[in-house]
T-cell receptor, first 113, second 115 residues
Framework: QKEVEQDPGPLSVPEGAIVSLNCTYS??????FMWYRQYSRKGPELLMY????GNKEDGRFTAQVDKSSKYISLFIRDSQPSDSATYLCAMSINTGTASKLTFGTGTRLQVTL | NAGVMQNPRHLVRRRGQEARLRCSPMKGHSHVYWYRQLPEEGLKFMVYLQKENIIDESGMPKERFSAEFPKEGPSILRIQQVVRGDSAAYFC?????????????FGPGTRLTVL
């Protein structure tokens, strides 16, 4: 069993839709949770970062963490064609110093006109 | 304000040759991570370095792979005697000195193709 599970998609939605992307994890030691966006043949770009259960909002993006269920989500409101990309969840263990990230496989999102 | 830089962006090698991938972290960043991304897979951690020190190499294959981050110059990921299975995108990420969070900033990657 992988430490982080993420549906690879592809997920296709019409412009303006609300998108829900999800990851589950098995290691309860994970404490930092991130979402990255990766355009084709580019490097991952940090979108959201959180370390506590609950919601964090930034513009059209909301990150949600439920540590009791080991489940994290990213919601995108009013989706745009420019949101078409692969979305990667990532998480890490708090070791007191910077530590490695464990990634999901990524969900490919296509927002159509 | 330059981001993380990697070169070359594309590298083609024949089986048995050596591949050298370079990563220059963001200005002021002293932590460097290397990750590998195989087709249709997520990023897999390889190694974590600080200047002149390997902190965590638990993700590095035992043979043919090595990494360094010298006092001066970029971090280097070196793959000796490449095989077709080494074909992948290799990304480095950096973090500033003294950080306790894990918000890593990634470079554009080097795409290695082994013929």
């Amino acid at each position: 069993q992988k430490e982080v599970e993420q549906d690879p998609g592809p997920l296709s939605v019409p412009e303006g839709a609300i998108v829900s992307l999800n990851c589950t994890y098995s290691n309860s030691a994970f404490q930092y949770f991130m979402w990255y966006r990766q355009y084709s043949r580019k490097g991952p770009e940090l979108l959201m970062y959180t370390y506590s259960s609950g919601n964090k909002e930034d513009g059209r993006f909301t990150a949600q963490v439920d540590k009791s269920s080991k489940y994290i989500s990213l919601f995108i409101r009013d989706s745009q064609p420019s949101d078409s990309a692969t979305y990667l969840c990532a998480m890490s263990i708090n070791t007191g110093t910077a530590s490695k990230l464990t990634f999901g496989t990524g969900t490919r999102l296509q927002v159509t006109l | 304000n330059a981001g993380v830089m990697q070169n070359p962006r594309h590298l083609v090698r024949r089986r048995g040759q050596e591949a050298r991938l370079r990563c220059s972290p963001m200005k002021g960043h002293s932590h460097v991570y290397w990750y590998r991304q195989l087709p249709e897979e997520g990023l897999k951690f390889m190694v974590y370095l600080q200047k002149e020190n390997i902190i965590d190499e638990s993700g590095m294959p035992k043979e043919r792979f090595s990494a360094e981050f010298p006092k001066e110059g970029p971090s280097i990921l070196r793959i000796q005697q490449v095989v077709r299975g080494d074909s992948a995108a290799y990304f480095c990420a950096s973090l500033p000195r003294g950080t306790t969070t894990d918000t890593q900033y990634f470079g554009p990657g080097t795409r290695l193709t082994v013929l």
